[in-house]
T-cell receptor, first 116, second 116 residues
Framework: DTEVTQTPKHLVMGMTNKKSLKCEQH?????MYWYKQKAKKPPELMFV???????INESVPSRFSPECPNSSLLNLHLHALQPEDSALYLC???????????????FGSGTRLTVV | AQSVTQLDSHVSVSEGTPVLLRCNYS??????LFWYVQHPNKGLQLLLK??????LVKGINGFEAEFKKSETSFHLTKPSAHMSDAAEYFC??????????????FGQGTTLQVKP
């Protein structure tokens, strides 16, 4: 298995809703990442998990809450989002974490999130 | 600090003609360089990567790139464009070295249009 699987592919949520995005990989990668991508822009790093521990939070608002239950699974919990949070949310993984010669990231297909 | 500049925001070619997407980078250490492709409403797919081995890197779908340290460039080429090559292309650098996090630094992207 050489893929990163993200679910759901599309999500529409209201500003008072709570929802979660899921990301899964079975490549034995020990680092997993969340990126946010607005239209016509490059992805922006949000969070990095290294060996299931949060190692980088790029000053992301607390309405985004990441969770890494095990080495294969990464969640992003969403609560009280704003319309400007609408974007494509990409998950990625790499064999080794940042700063340890991380080479070769595998990206998922993303979740298209719309906040209404 | 490292940076990536994609010199063209939009490139248009005719099917069957060569493709050239230009990328310059700035890096204090030995960089790892990547080209990713993103088709509409899809995730990022790795085309090729340079990690201090051969300077001419061959990737998938007939793409290749040449690392030129003297010019700090990593341009992407393909001899003959196909309609399916129409997409957004990102040049990416990841630094590996003391004090560097190894984060991915994305260029702003180049939209490749392929005309019949």
């Amino acid at each position: 298995d050489t893929e990163v699987t993200q679910t759901p592919k599309h999500l529409v949520m209201g500003m008072t809703n709570k929802k979660s995005l899921k990301c899964e990989q079975h490549m034995g990668h020990r680092a997993m990442y969340w990126y946010k991508q607005k239209a016509k822009k490059p992805p922006e790093l949000m969070f990095v998990y290294s060996y299931e521990k949060l190692s980088i939070n790029e000053s992301v608002p607390s309405r985004f809450s990441p969770e890494c239950p095990n080495s294969s699974l990464l969640n992003l919990h969403l609560h009280a989002l704003q319309p400007e949070d609408s974007a494509l949310y990409l998950c990625a993984s790499s064999p080794r974490p940042l700063g340890q010669g991380a080479r070769g990231y595998t990206f998922g297909s993303g979740t298209r999130l719309t906040v209404v | 600090a490292q940076s990536v500049t994609q010199l063209d925001s939009h490139v248009s070619v005719s099917e069957g003609t060569p493709v050239l997407l230009r990328c310059n980078y700035s890096s204090s250490y030995s960089p790892s360089l990547f080209w990713y492709v993103q088709h509409p409403n899809k995730g990022l797919q790795l085309l090729l990567k340079y990690t201090s081995a051969a300077t001419l890197v061959k990737g998938i779908n007939g793409f290749e790139a040449e690392f030129k340290k003297s010019e700090t460039s990593f341009h992407l080429t393909k001899p003959s464009a196909h309609m399916s090559d129409a997409a957004e292309y990102f040049c990416v650098v990841s630094e590996i070295g003391s004090g560097n996090t190894g984060k991915l630094i994305f260029g702003q992207g180049t939209t490749l249009q392929v005309k019949p």
